[in-house]
């Protein structure tokens, strides 16, 4: 009776021992919302973008903001 014990407990021990590892999806779910939450805390840079900044900046280096062509009189 023993022996089937023992037996027993060294095949399910290593299956009780076993890592609870996440899937795939759930890791790549995880990346993207933590993306998502970075990238939403920063400043838009697109052609439409529309923001308004305010504070003291101190600006070391070249600052490059080109000035557009105006447009041609008619």
């Given at each position: 009776?023993?022996?089937?014990?023992?037996?027993?407990?060294?095949?399910?021990?290593?299956?009780?021992?076993?890592?609870?590892?996440?899937?795939t999806e759930?890791?790549?779910?995880?990346?993207?919302?933590?993306?998502?939450t970075a990238?939403?805390?920063?400043?838009?840079?697109?052609?439409?973008?529309?923001?308004?900044?305010?504070?003291?900046?101190?600006?070391?280096?070249?600052?490059?903001?080109?000035?557009?062509?105006?447009?041609?009189?008619?």
């Open positions: 009776m023993h022996k089937k014990l023992l037996t027993i407990f060294l095949i399910c021990a290593p299956i009780s021992a076993m890592a609870n590892i996440p899937s759930y890791v790549q779910q995880q990346i993207a919302s933590q993306i998502a990238v939403s805390s920063k400043v838009d840079t697109s052609a439409s973008a529309n923001q308004t900044m305010a504070g003291t900046y101190t600006v070391t280096g070249t600052l490059n903001a080109p000035t557009p062509t105006l447009p041609t009189a008619e």
